[in-house]
């Protein structure tokens, strides 16, 4: 079965373009997170959506950062205008109703110079 | 509020040697509680997990009890690896299936 796909797994940019990030969930799962992970920071919860609705998005960071889930296997992690400090691992997770666990994406490294 | 709270690492142990690492709890209700491993350049992956309270979730050796007494989810090993080198998070999810992770533990293992 295939996993979480997440693509680009890795992505460099400079300061100031548009960065997307993208996730296909497991099929059949209903809920899907995107996290951060920094070395200062730890692994941080962004945003997560149910049945393809924003449920929690208290943890994305400012407005340049939006996320999206136009349906149940696809959701973008959009930031516009990238910073140097945005630079990160971002992880996406997937889960369903029942399920306990979360299962994660190989992650894409975004490096914005 | 619902938190995790994990020993810092690095843990540095000598292959065959015995793991245990520290996890303990804050949550209102009763969460379920992880184990996730980190090896580097990948994502997390689920170790173990317990529902309730006094079970104890198992796999590849390592185990840990759910013990709502004491609010703790303690990793253990008899005999480490060097392939159990990798990060360890403890976590737990709430009834919406929203996870609070630890901070991670760097396990390092000699041979």
């Known amino acids: 079965d295939a996993g979480v796909i997440q693509s680009p797994r890795h992505e460099v940019t400079e300061m100031g373009q548009e960065v997307t990030l993208r996730c296909k969930p497991i099929s059949g799962h209903n809920s899907l997170f995107w996290y951060r992970q920094t070395m200062m920071r730890g692994l941080e919860l962004l945003i997560y959506f149910n049945n393809n609705v924003p449920i929690d998005d208290s943890g994305m960071p400012e407005d340049r950062f939006s996320a999206k889930m136009p349906n149940a296997s696809f959701s973008t992690l959009k930031i516009q205008p990238s910073e140097p400090r945005d630079s990160a691992v971002y992880f996406c997770?997937?889960?369903?109703?029942?399920?306990?666990?979360?299962?994660f994406g190989p992650g894409t490294r975004l490096t914005v110079t | 509020g619902n938190s995790v709270t994990q020993m810092e690492g690095p843990v540095t142990l000598s292959e065959e040697a015995f793991l245990t690492i520290n996890c303990t709890y804050t949550a209102t209700g009763y969460p379920s509680l992880f184990w996730y491993v980190q090896y580097p350049g990948e994502g997390l992956q689920l170790l173990l997990k317990?529902?309730?309270?006094?079970d104890k979730g198992s796999n590849k050796g390592f185990e840990a009890t759910y013990r709502k007494e004491t609010t703790s989810f303690h990793l253990e090993k008899g005999s480490v690896q060097v392939s159990d080198s990798a990060v360890y998070f403890c976590?737990?999810?709430?009834?919406?299936?929203?996870?609070?992770f630890g901070s991670g533990t760097k396990l390092n293992v000699k041979p």
């Open positions: 317990a529902t309730k309270a006094d």
């Open positions: 997770a997937s889960s369903s109703t029942g399920l306990h666990e979360q299962y």
């Open positions: 976590a737990l999810s709430d009834p919406f299936n929203k996870f609070y």
